[in-house]
């Protein structure tokens, strides 16, 4: 016996089964998930309000959704979080880009990437954000010194990952394309590059949460708004609330960037196919 679907395909009860099996385990994740976030901070509000964690101290659902409540009508959470969001959004472009190029440029030419390699791994072993008062030292107290540091958390990592699927993509098909007179040039466009397209996609993801601490680190030291100025301010004067809420806030975004990623990578594979 054969189903009609929407899209007009034909398939066996078999296989319209195993779909459905599909589909309702995937559903079943979603909602696992989903219950477990809303028990979370179900658990939080009612601890909180028995007295078995001090709200003072660990803060609670309800006193967030107020603080971000106050704070969104006159403006000054979405003054922070556009702050940070952009810093993010430049270090992550710009961590992405240069990492990708310089990857390019190792593995065009060896000799640059043998000299390089000691130095990528020292430098991708050692903890950036030490660089980070250096870096503010150098370009001053300003925005561009937030935005260099999460530019250097991003991109020693897109480089060395970048490079090692160039490295690693099949020598044969390289060879193919050489007998037949192709050019570098050529075989980086034809073979390398598409098939490290996934590779890039992977290094755009785990980007998303390095930006976001090269920026929260950044703006701990330096800045006058964005998330991380409010997280150190709020445990300044004990506006715990302020605190949990700017924490709750990074999460989301760095949720939906990964999201936009995972999108991203979704239709790149639709588009090699």
Not at 121 to 133: E, Y
Not at 266 to 272: E, G
């Amino acid at each position: 016996m054969w189903h009609k679907q929407k899209d007009t395909k034909f398939m066996s009860k078999e296989q319209a089964a195993f779909l459905n099996r599909l589909q309702r385990r995937k559903n079943a994740i979603h909602g696992i998930q989903w219950i477990l976030l809303i028990g979370f901070f179900l658990l939080w509000e009612i601890a909180a309000r028995v007295g078995w964690i001090d709200p003072f101290i660990f803060s609670q659902p309800s006193r967030m959704l107020s603080a971000g409540m106050q704070m969104g009508k006159d403006g000054t959470l979405w003054t922070h979080i556009g702050t940070t969001l952009w810093e993010t959004v430049a270090g992550f472009v710009l961590g992405t880009i240069l990492g990708t190029l310089t990857a390019i440029l190792l593995w065009w030419n060896r000799f640059i990437s043998d000299i390089a390699e000691p130095y990528l791994v020292v430098l991708n072993s050692l903890p950036k954000t030490a660089l980070a008062p250096i870096i503010i030292v150098w370009l001053g107290n300003n925005q561009t010194s937030i935005i260099a540091v999460a530019l250097l958390t991003s991109v020693i990592v897109t480089v060395m990952s970048v490079l090692n699927g160039f490295l690693q993509v099949d020598a044969e098909k390289i060879k193919l394309i050489q007998i037949f007179g192709g050019t570098k040039a050529q075989v980086l466009k034809k073979v390398v590059f598409p098939a490290n397209i996934p590779c890039i996609l992977n290094a755009l993801k785990i980007n998303v949460g390095l930006s976001f601490v090269g920026v929260i680190v950044g703006e701990f030291l330096v800045a006058q708004s964005g998330l991380g100025f409010l997280i150190v301010y709020g445990s300044q004067i004990f506006k715990l609330d302020w605190v949990m809420l700017s924490v709750i806030i990074l999460a989301i975004l760095a949720a939906l960037m990964y999201e936009g990623i995972a999108l991203l990578e979704k239709k790149c594979l639709k588009w090699q196919q």
